[in-house]
C-alpha cells in the first residue's frame, strides 16, 4: 500500500477541520451561550423576564436559570419560544440565524444585549 506524505498531510487538516467545527458546535451549545441568546429573544420583543415566562407557561425561577446558564433549557420549553417568537430552534441552540424572517432577526440585532 502506498500513501503518499500528502494524502497523510490531507487528511490531518481534514480531521484538524472537523474538530474545530465540532468544539464551535459545544461552545454554542453550552448553557451559557444558550441562556444569552435566551435574553437577546427576550430584550428584542421587550419583554421582562416575569412577563417572558409568564407568556411562555415556564416557572419564573426556571426561566431566570436558562437565562444565568445555570441550566440548558428544554428542547420542549424552547419549541415555546420558536412557536411565539418565529426564532429558530438552530438560533436557541447554535446561535445560526439561518431560517428566521428578517423582520425577527432585525429585532435580535438591535436588542441591547
Not at 481534514?14 to 437577546?40: D, F, Y
Not at 420558536?82 to 425577527?104: A, P, Q, T
Amino acid at each position: 500500500m502506498n500513501v503518499s506524505i500528502a494524502s497523510i498531510a490531507n487528511l490531518a487538516i481534514i480531521a484538524a477541520m472537523e474538530n474545530a467545527a465540532k468544539s464551535v458546535a459545544l461552545s454554542e451549545m453550552s448553557p451559557e451561550a444558550m441562556g444569552q441568546r435566551l435574553i437577546a429573544i427576550r430584550e428584542a420583543f421587550g419583554l421582562s423576564q416575569a412577563e417572558i415566562a409568564d407568556l411562555l407557561e415556564i416557572e419564573r425561577p426556571a426561566w431566570n436559570r436558562f437565562e444565568n446558564g445555570k441550566r440548558a433549557i428544554p428542547y420542549d420549553k424552547a419549541a415555546r419560544i420558536v412557536d411565539r417568537f418565529g426564532v429558530s430552534l438552530d438560533y436557541i441552540v447554535l446561535g445560526r440565524w439561518k431560517g428566521m424572517d428578517f423582520e425577527v432577526m432585525e429585532r435580535l440585532r438591535r436588542a441591547p444585549s
